[in-house]
């Protein structure tokens, strides 16, 4: 079985995180397509994450109209920094040798992927599936060919239109007191009204100010 793993902070999630999940289901003819929020992120340590109860719940709400999406609290679920290597090989087991995987980033990521914990590992154990991202350039293959072998004949570029769409600019927008609908899915707006997520100088449930911060 073809599984897509899409990971993020996602917060919040956005329509663009649903669009790239559904074009790789159609383009790769993939079973499902997991959501994977991050636990601890990696490369944002200097920004206040939203508490992952809320997170995940959003998650539920912007993925619930299609069944072929599902959420997985592999990387919430254990304590630490997520890394995709081990997410891959935990999901590896849960879901047996049978589970083909299919791991989908932004070219921006992709460049970066030497920085990863062991990209060659991570290689091996997925199908690598790039997307284009808004002023980001094609990955260069060749140059990431010199530190990982292997990767510009495994990899997947993924011909579909960027999404200009960021989770910064949602968390903005709403610390301005400005509308965010056609960018996240009518759920996940109607929860951060709700839970007044990521308005400046109000809390959530005593989680703190989420503000406007990157």
């Known amino acids: 079985m073809d599984i897509g793993v899409l990971g993020g902070t996602f917060d919040p999630i956005h329509l663009g995180h649903l669009m790239i999940a559904e074009e790789a289901r159609l383009s790769l003819g993939l079973a499902q397509v997991l959501f994977v929020p991050a636990g601890q992120p990696v490369f944002k340590p200097d920004r206040a994450i939203t508490p992952v109860m809320h997170r ?9 109209a299609n069944p072929c999406f599902e959420l997985s609290t592999t990387e919430v679920d254990r304590s630490g920094p997520s890394y995709a290597v081990d997410t891959i090989a935990i999901l590896q ?23 990863w914990k062991e ?3 991570l290689v091996q ?30 990899v997947v ?18 610390a301005q007191g ?22 400046q100088g109000e809390t959530a449930n005593g989680d703190g100010d989420r503000g406007d911060k990157e």
Do not use: N
Request: proline letters at 8%; charged letters at 20%.
């Open 157 to 174: 570029l993924l011909d579909i239109p960027p999404i200009d769409i960021s989770s910064s600019d949602i968390r903005q927008r709403v």
């Open 119 to 121: 990209p060659t590992k």
């Open 125 to 154: 154990l997925c199908q690598l599936v790039a997307v284009p991202r808004p002023d980001c350039g094609s990955p260069d293959l060749e140059a990431l060919e010199a530190s990982i072998p292997g990767i510009a004949q495994t």
């Open 56 to 64: 995940l719940e959003m998650v539920k709400r912007a993925i619930a």
């Open 178 to 199: 400005l509308s965010i609908r056609h960018l996240v899915s009518g759920g996940v707006e109607e929860y951060i009204q709700e839970q007044k997520l990521y308005r």
């Open 93 to 115: 087991q849960q879901l047996g040798a049978q589970a083909r995987f299919f791991f989908l980033l932004g070219w921006d990521a992709l460049a970066e992927l030497p920085q």
